[in-house]
């Protein structure tokens, strides 16, 4: 059949047939356009929450900066009239946010996902957070049930990446699977928890250490049995320049030169998760840390 058509219809069979196969190869890419910008519209989403959230702190951290300060006149005043007496304040100004160290998580020898039967094991690793949400329930303020509502969000995604898992794998050759697994997860991990919430933990922990306390506990807890581990720059005090492998800097001008280099601010460390590659080499998934860093400015 295929023989007389082309026979008597030459070209214009084969034109008709590329036209079918071009429009097949348009219908999927078409398909997974839409699959992405509902996923960027979802991120995006999660995103404007998670900011709010670090916003809100920040302000409530400016404001208790500015309380501080108003603080420390009171107690002068104070002092001045009644030298023997403690001023009653003072125990509030002892309230800083966490060492960067408490957020630090140990790394593992094991690899999550090393092969195609690590897949399924390692999903069920990824989809445990009832400790985490557990600890949720036992708050009601609004960060604590915008957190849970982030939560819940990271949940909806990994169980929308699990679904999607069967016709992933179809793609997948044997020796990728690790690292394509591994980088789909992480992704997701990144996108709904690691970018913000560690920074908003932070912040909030000066106001709040008993709930972001035991936030970061659960969340370090989690991390862990993903596998998912953290780096520490080189020194907490001053810069140095390997910590730019993995370190977002942002630069904060200074006009003494003494303080060049020095570090302001350690607000997120580097997370990691490794997987192996198609060469049988261990490799890592990141996401930078970030810290500020005073720059001399003549």
């Known amino acids: 059949m295929l023989f007389w058509k082309l026979l008597f219809h030459g070209d214009e069979y084969l034109k008709q047939e590329i036209r079918k196969q071009v ?20 991120t995006r989403r999660e995103q404007l929450q998670l900011q709010q959230l670090v916003q809100k702190q920040a302000q409530q951290i400016r404001d208790l900066e500015q309380w501080r ?4 006149v009171a107690a002068l005043v104070v002092k001045e009239a009644e030298p023997r007496k403690p001023a009653p304040v003072m125990s509030m100004l002892e ?11 140990p790394k593992s020898d094991t690899i999550l996902i090393r092969t195609a039967s690590d ?47 069967p016709q992933k ?26 970018t913000q919430l560690p920074v908003a933990i932070l912040r909030g922990s000066a106001k709040n250490p008993l709930f972001y306390g035991g936030l970061l506990e ?27 492998k993995f370190m977002e800097i942002q630069p904060l001008p200074t006009k003494n030169h003494g303080d060049d280099k020095r570090v302001e601010a350690i607000e997120r460390l ?17 996401l930078d840390g970030q810290m500020t860093v005073y720059r001399f400015e003549a």
Not at 69 to 72: E, G, M, Q, S
Not at 218 to 239: D, R
Not at 271 to 282: G, N
């Open 270 to 286: 580097p997370y990691c998760l490794d997987y192996i590659d198609e060469d049988k080499d261990r490799q890592v998934c990141q």
């Open 23 to 42: 429009g097949k190869k348009i219908a999927k890419m078409t398909e997974r356009i839409g699959l992405l910008e509902q996923e960027l519209e979802q």
């Open 169 to 194: 794998r179809k793609k997948w050759d044997d020796e990728m699977v690790s690292e394509e697994a591994t980088g789909a997860v992480f992704d997701i991990m990144k996108k709904s928890l690691l």
């Open 95 to 105: 309230k800083k946010p966490f060492d960067i160290k408490r957020f630090s998580i």
């Open 119 to 165: 897949v399924a094991r390692a999903m069920e690793k990824i989809k445990d957070t009832d400790s985490l949400c557990a600890f949720l329930k036992n708050y009601e303020d609004k960060d604590a049930m915008m957190i849970a509502k982030m939560v819940a969000q990271y949940q909806e995604r990994v169980k929308r990446f699990e679904s999607a898992l």
């Open 69 to 72: 300060a108003a603080a420390k």
């Open 218 to 244: 659960e969340l370090n807890k989690y991390l862990a049995q993903c596998g998912v581990y953290t780096l520490m720059p080189s020194s907490k005090g001053y810069f140095n320049d390997d910590d730019c």
